[in-house]
C-alpha cells in the first residue's frame, strides 16, 4: 500500500512547532507538533483527552466553517487541523487565540458523560501546562 504523507516525514528530525501540507482538494492538514517524536516525552492520554475538547471547541468557534477537523496524533505528540481558504499565519494567530480562550475556560467542552465516550479521562490543570508550553513554542516560530 502506499505511504500516508505523515508516515513520509521523518520523526527523527521533525521539531515541535507548526507544520503544514496542502493536499489536492486544497485541505492544508496542520501539525501542531507540541513534542519532539520519539524523545520519550509525551502528551498523557488524560491531557491529550482534553487539550482536543478545549481547541476543537475554541479553534471551531473562532474560525467557522473553514475548519475541517481537529484531533490528536495516536503517538500523543501532539493535533491535525483540517482547513480550508486558511493561511498559515491566519492558522497561526487562530491557533494562538484558541490557545489563549482554551486557557480562560474553567471546565471542559462536552465533558459530560452523554457529550463524551470517555467522560473521566479527563485533565484540565495538566492539559492547560502543555497549551502553555505550545503556545511558547508558537511565539518562538
Do not use: W
Not at 30 to 45: E, M, Q, T, V, W
Not at 83 to 95: A, N, P, S
Amino acid at each position: 500500500m502506499k505511504k500516508i504523507p505523515s508516515f513520509e516525514k521523518d520523526h527523527d528530525a521533525l521539531q515541535p512547532g507548526l507544520h503544514a501540507r496542502t493536499d489536492a482538494n486544497n485541505i492544508t492538514t496542520f501539525d501542531l507538533r507540541f513534542k519532539k517524536p520519539n524523545a520519550g516525552d509525551y502528551i498523557s492520554p488524560a491531557a491529550l483527552h482534553t487539550v482536543e475538547h478545549l481547541l476543537a471547541t475554541t479553534i471551531r468557534n473562532l474560525g467557522g466553517d473553514d475548519i475541517v477537523y481537529f484531533g490528536p496524533m495516536g503517538c500523543r505528540t501532539g493535533f491535525y487541523l483540517l482547513t480550508l481558504r486558511k493561511t498559515y499565519d491566519e492558522v497561526k494567530e487562530l491557533i494562538k487565540q484558541g490557545i489563549l480562550a482554551a486557557l480562560a475556560l474553567d471546565e471542559i467542552p462536552g465533558a459530560t458523560r452523554k457529550e463524551c465516550g470517555n467522560y473521566l479521562d479527563h485533565d484540565l490543570p495538566t492539559a492547560k501546562e502543555e497549551l502553555k508550553k505550545y503556545l511558547t513554542i508558537l511565539k518562538e516560530t
